[in-house]
């Protein structure tokens, strides 16, 4: 994936402290890194990929409580 032109956004709902990610999507798909880190590499995620973790995120599936 070529990330040279992306932009790379935090959500809107982040505090500004330096504790999330950043995403940036291309056409290629979706790379997500640490704000903290900015040069310790992403991941990559294709379309569908990121479309069925997002879905994931939101049903609770990733929820530690359960």
Excluded: Y
Excluded at 15 to 42: F, L
Excluded at 50 to 58: D, I, N, R
Aim: hydrophobic fraction near 35%; proline fraction near 2%; aromatic fraction near 6%.
């Amino acid at each position: 994936m070529d990330l040279s032109r992306a932009t790379w956004r935090t959500s809107s709902r982040s505090s500004g402290n330096g504790q999330c990610v950043e995403v940036a999507i291309t056409p290629d798909g979706v790379a997500v890194r640490d704000t903290k880190n900015r040069a310790g590499g992403h991941l990559e995620f294709t379309h569908a990929e990121w479309t069925a973790l997002v879905g994931g995120v939101k049903a609770g599936e990733f929820d530690l409580s359960a």
